[in-house]
Nanobody, 125 residues
Framework: QVQLVESGGGSVQSGGSLRLSCAAS????????MAWFRQAPGKDREGVAA???????NYADSVKGRFAVSQDNTKNMLYLQMNSLKPEDTAMYYC???????????????????WGQGTQVTVSS
């Protein structure tokens, strides 16, 4: 059973930074697609960033130039570095996996079949 556990959320002021981590377990190979999503109160869940391949990431327009995804396959970890945070970035952030991968790099939640419990990010102005 694939399990995803996020950490690293918190409260920061506008312009600040946070680094989210996602620990993945339950599978023994790399046939997975990984992504970050977020959901703000009263809004639909939206894709933030999805891994295409090593070094290639599909970012939502709203976070391009501010967020960066990295991964450490040796540790089964996925990271989301968030810089220049804005109040509109406030949301619950989720790590997601599609295993085995069917649509690498997609920002549509319909492709992802495993989800973490989420970590809250709050940005104050």
């Amino acid at each position: 059973q694939v399990q995803l556990v996020e950490s690293g959320g918190g409260s920061v002021q506008s312009g600040g930074s946070l680094r989210l981590s996602c620990a993945a377990s339950g599978y023994s190979d790399n046939r997975r697609c990984m992504a970050w999503f977020r959901q703000a109160p009263g809004k639909d869940r939206e894709g933030v960033a999805a891994m295409l391949s090593i070094g290639w990431v599909n970012y939502a327009d709203s976070v391009k130039g501010r967020f960066a995804v990295s991964q450490d396959n040796t540790k089964n970890m996925l990271y989301l570095q968030m810089n220049s945070l804005k109040p509109e970035d406030t949301a619950m952030y989720y790590c997601a996996a599609d295993f085995p991968c069917r649509n690498r790099g997609s920002l549509s939640e319909t492709w992802y079949n495993y989800w973490g419990q989420g970590t809250q990010v709050t940005v104050s102005s």
